[in-house]
């Protein structure tokens, strides 16, 4: 069992940026795929982010390029999301998730709610 805790969101005003963390509960976080989803009001969850076990490769959804930053530090189990130039349309309830495609394992954290508005 993995357990994934997510950190670092809150209110900010449009244009500006926050850094969410997510920390796993085991060591073996460096075998997982890490990815950070979010799923707005009324809307269907989305990925935004993923990022391979290694960090050697990312995947960003069209909506984020070029604003948001996935990065992981597997000595500290943690995951980054660094998000900047923030949007109204970026207010969502923020998650995190492991999957490791060989294990067939999965998880979820509970999520962090980001919130941009004047």
């Known amino acids: 069992q993995v357990q994934l805790v997510e950190s670092g969101g809150g209110l900010v005003q449009p244009g500006g940026s926050l850094r969410l963390s997510c920390a796993a509960s085991r060591s073996i976080f460096s075998i997982y795929a890490m990815g950070w989803y979010r799923q707005a009001p009324g809307k269907q969850r989305e990925l935004v982010a993923t990022i391979t076990p290694s960090g050697g490769s990312t995947n960003y959804a069209d909506s984020v390029k070029g604003r948001f930053t996935i990065s992981r530090d597997n000595a500290k189990n943690t995951v980054y999301l660094q998000m900047n130039s923030l949007k109204p349309e970026d207010t969502a309830v923020y998650s995190c998730?492991?999957?490791?495609?060989?294990?067939?394992?999965?998880?979820w954290g509970p999520g962090t709610q980001v919130t941009v508005s004047s």
């Open positions: 998730n492991a999957v490791n495609y060989i294990l067939s394992m999965a998880y």
